[in-house]
C-alpha cells in the first residue's frame, strides 16, 4: 500500500470526512533542502468532517497530526492541510 493510500484510509477511518483530498506533490519538492527524496515526503491534504464541529483550526489540525503521528516521524517532510467542519 502507498503511503498516499495508507494516509487516505487513515484519515477516513478516524474522521468519516465528507470530503477528503490527498495530494502527493514530493515531485515538486525534488532536490528541496531537507526532503529526504523518496518521493513520498510532500503532501497536500484538505478534509472537511464533522469531527471537526465546534473546534478552532489548529485543534483540528492537531486532531489530523495525532492520527498521522508516525508518518510524520519517518515519512512525511511538509504537510500542506485546510480542515474544516461540515
Sequence with gaps: MSLEQSIREK???KFNPVKLVV????????GHAGS???GNSHFLIEIISSSFKG?????AQRMVYAVLEEEM??????LALTVSSS
Excluded: C, F, M, Y
Aim: proline content about 4%; overall charge positive; hydrophobic content about 30%.
Design 73 to 78: 516521524k519517518k515519512d512525511i517532510h511538509a
Design 23 to 30: 495530494i502527493n506533490q514530493s515531485s515538486e519538492h525534488a
Design 36 to 38: 529526504p527524496g523518496t
Design 11 to 13: 484519515l477516513i477511518k
Design 55 to 59: 473546534k478552532n483550526r489548529v485543534q
